[in-house]
């Protein structure tokens, strides 16, 4: 089991800059691929960023890539999302996923899900 547990999201303008976290535990969690999806009211929820549980290679979606920037430290235990160049169309509530021995692409196996957190950007 892996508990997944987000903060950092808030109210930010647009072109500005904000950071979310993801605090995981739980057995094994190094074992564990890290994404960031998001979904806005009325929309699918969509892959963000990712990144792999041992190459340290990440993912990101056409529409973050240059701006967003995913990472995790040494232990493996946080996970952040770096935002920068916030638009509007970034609203949404963003979601820390973990999937076991996966690429952290869009379509790894994610098993374990957080809460998640409300980022809003405003025009």
């Known amino acids: 089991q892996v508990q997944l547990v987000e903060s950092g999201g808030g109210l930010v303008q647009a072109g500005g800059s904000l950071r979310v976290s993801c605090a995981a535990s739980?057995?094994?969690?190094?074992?564990?691929?890290m994404a960031w999806f998001r979904q806005a009211p009325g929309k699918e929820r969509e892959f963000v960023a990712g990144?792999?549980?041992?190459?340290?290679?990440?993912y990101y979606a056409d529409s973050v890539k240059g701006r967003f920037t995913i990472s995790r430290d040494g232990a493996k235990n946080t996970v952040w999302l770096q935002m920068k160049s916030l638009k509007p169309e970034d609203t949404a509530g963003y979601y820390c996923?973990?999937?076991?021995?996966?690429?952290?692409?869009?379509?790894?196996?994610?098993?374990?899900w957080g809460q998640g957190t409300q980022v809003t950007v405003s025009s």
């Open positions: 990144i792999s549980w041992n190459t340290g290679n990440t």
């Open positions: 739980g057995r094994s969690v190094s074992d564990y691929a």
């Open positions: 996923a973990a999937a076991k021995f996966s690429s952290g692409d869009a379509l790894s196996p994610y098993d374990y």
